[in-house]
Structure formats: C-alpha cells, structure tokens
C-alpha cells in the first residue's frame, strides 16, 4: 500500500529545483542523493558568509582572529598561495564600507527580537494550505531595522563572477522568487518588512572587478505576494502528488542544463531500469515529509 502523506514542509531551494527538473528533485531532495561539490569558490563564498554573520552578532571581537578562525573551519588555501589575504581584504574591505565605529550597520543593523535575540539567520516556517497541511519554511541571513525603525529582509549573495555587476544581472538578483518566499514567511510571523535588501560581495580576484560591493533594495507587492503563492502551493500539490504515486518525470528539455553544467544525475536518469528502482523517502532538514 502506498503511503498517504500527512504534512510537507519545503524550502525556496528544493522549490525551485522541483520546477527544473523533478526527477533531479527526487535524487537530490528525496533519496538524497547529494553529487559532492566543494570548490575554492563555494568555500571562500561561505567563509565570507561566517564572517558577515559573526560580525553581526559579536561586532566587538578581534577581526584578526575571527578570520583565522574563519579561514581554518573552511579549509581556504594557506597564507603563502595568496588566498587567505584576499580573503582578509574581502572582510576587512566589507567593515570598512558598511560598519560603524559602535559595531553595528551602517544602515542596516540587525533586528533585536522583545526576547533579546537577534535577528540573524532565523528560521521561520508557516503552513500555506491547511487542508492539505503544506508548510514552506527558510532561514533569513538577516531582518534588519532601521533607526526610523523600518524592517528589512536582509539576504547575502557572494559570487566568484565578475559578470554579477552587470546591470542585467541586478535585474535578476530584484527577480529571484527566494524574496517573496522570505517576504511571505516573514509576513506569516507578524514581521511585515518595509523592503528587501541584497548585500552583494564579490570573491573575485580579477582585476576588472574594482568594487567588490553593493547592495540593491526591492519590494515585494501583494498582488505579486498573492501570485508566488498560488504558484508554490500548486507546485507543493505536485511535489506530494509524485511522493504518494511513486512518480518524478524526467525534463529532458532546456532545463537539463539550467545549471550552466551536465546534469551528475543525467546517466541513472536515462538508464531504463531506473524507473523501476523503489523509491525510499528521506527527509533531510529542508524537506520534512510526514504520513498518516
């Protein structure tokens, strides 16, 4: 007998893999299936996340240290590669632009909750369809507020590629439906924001890129509010559609290729025993799957 499903919790990411390509979302999200990626790139981009997250909660500490701590847990190249001092200017470049002599953002410091918490990388989840018990959850980098108390979601994006400061891909970075997922999620908790705010780093080395940083403000309206979530709860129908009938189908279209690479799960797809295989659901922290 197949399984009836109880209650679904998602993420933005695993969303919107799903709409790539589901059967990618079933090795990936389901069976978890994790292709190992662990390039320089991804490593310092995180690295760089650590030290803007720690700056933010602790914004008294030794700089020096924290970056050594920092350039240590991500395994970064050692000092004489040239690594870790690029590393250290991104950082240190990051504070000189954007905090104050008090330790806090320049405009946007963090948010402190009436319980003394503060607002970085918070967790939130909410139901989107009671009757079909569909919740969507995600971790903000940052709800900020302001001095004339206005909120913002805050999000971080690091990238090696000098191409992200091209006017075309701005445009993008206002589009991802990521926003209006945290909009919504922030809406549900009673935390209404004013705007959202995304904090461009660049990690790279080229010569070109003269400004390793920006950041860009949007908003989310409700009609466009109201659209993401007709589109995410109808996508989350079908994400429990294909757990319950055992069914992820294969996009062998464009999408084959959305991550501008080979898709890593392209061979088992293709291979004509692999829609036979039984299909057991894990449910790793980002997708939580529970049955009746």
């Not at 330790?103 to 970085?120: C, H, Q, R, T």
């Not at 979601?153 to 945290?182: E, G």
């Amino acid at each position: 007998m197949k399984k009836k499903i109880k209650k679904i919790v998602i993420n933005n990411s695993s969303l919107e893999l799903f709409k790539a390509c589901p059967r990618k979302f079933f090795k990936k999200i389901v069976l978890g299936q994790q292709v190992p990626e662990d390039t320089l790139a991804m490593r310092l981009g995180s690295a760089v996340h650590e030290f803007i997250e720690e700056v933010t909660l602790n914004p008294f500490q030794e700089y020096s240290e924290m970056l050594r701590r920092i350039h240590k847990n991500w395994d970064l190249p050692p000092y004489d590669k040239g690594d870790f001092p690029h590393f250290a200017g991104i950082c240190r470049g990051y504070v000189r632009r954007y905090i104050k002599e008090d330790g806090k953002d320049l405009m946007y410091p963090a948010a402190i909750a009436p319980d003394g918490e503060i607002l970085v990388e918070k967790y939130l989840e909410t139901c989107i369809d009671e009757k079909e018990n569909i919740w969507i959850n995600g971790t903000i980098d940052r709800i900020s507020e302001t001095e004339s108390g206005q909120i913002y979601l805050f999000d971080t994006k690091t990238t090696s590629a000098a191409s992200f400061w091209t006017q075309n891909m701005n445009r993008k970075a206002h589009l991802t439906p990521q926003l209006t997922h945290y909009t919504y999620l922030m809406m549900q908790a009673g935390l209404k924001p004013d705007g959202c705010v995304i904090d461009l780093v660049s990690t790279s080395q080229h010569h070109s890129v003269k400004n390793h940083y920006d950041r860009l403000s949007t908003t989310r309206s409700d009609a466009r509010i109201a659209s993401w979530l007709a589109e995410t709860t109808y996508y989350c129908k079908l994400i429990k559609d294909c757990i319950e009938n055992e069914t992820f189908p294969r996009n062998m279209g464009d999408n084959c290729s959305a991550f501008n690479k080979p898709c890593p799960y392209l061979k088992s797809c293709m291979n004509p025993g692999d829609a036979e295989q039984p299909y057991a659901i894990s449910s790793p922290q980002s997708f939580k799957v529970e049955y009746e």
